[in-house]
């Protein structure tokens, strides 16, 4: 069973940045994509980055566009969110996600077979 722990949420000043980890056990991430979303509080999950296989394309919400970069370790069955700028509208549980289907890269939930319990990221004015 595939298990994800996010790691590195907590409470920042508008500006500041932020890194969060994603570590990954108990399924091969080689192949397939891995990603982030966000949820805020009485809203749905929305998309922030995913990344493919490779870790050479990569794909951001427009609203995270330039300022949050995705990345990759596959030896360290790992993904991380640099997370720059940050603004109070960025408030939200991140939550880190895995694919399970080959190659596959989306940027719809239903895209994604697992996820993490996910951290809060909380921006303060």
């Known amino acids: 069973q595939a298990q994800l722990v996010e790691s590195g949420g907590g409470q920042v000043q508008i500006g500041d940045s932020l890194s969060l980890s994603c570590a990954i056990s108990g399924h091969d991430m080689t192949l397939m994509a891995g990603g982030w979303f966000r949820q805020a509080p009485g809203k749905e999950r929305e998309f922030v980055a995913v990344?493919?296989?490779?870790?050479?394309?990569?794909r951001y919400s427009d609203s995270v566009l330039g300022r949050f970069s995705i990345s990759r370790d596959n030896a360290k069955k790992s993904l991380y969110l640099r997370m720059n700028s940050l603004r109070p509208e960025d408030t939200a549980v991140y939550y880190c996600?895995?694919?399970?289907?080959?190659?596959?890269?989306?940027?719809?939930?239903?895209?994604?077979?697992?996820w993490g319990q996910g951290t809060q990221v909380t921006v303060s004015t």
């Open positions: 996600t895995a694919g399970e289907r080959p190659f596959k890269m989306g940027t719809s939930t239903t895209d994604f077979a697992f």
């Open positions: 990344i493919d296989w490779s870790g050479r394309i990569t």
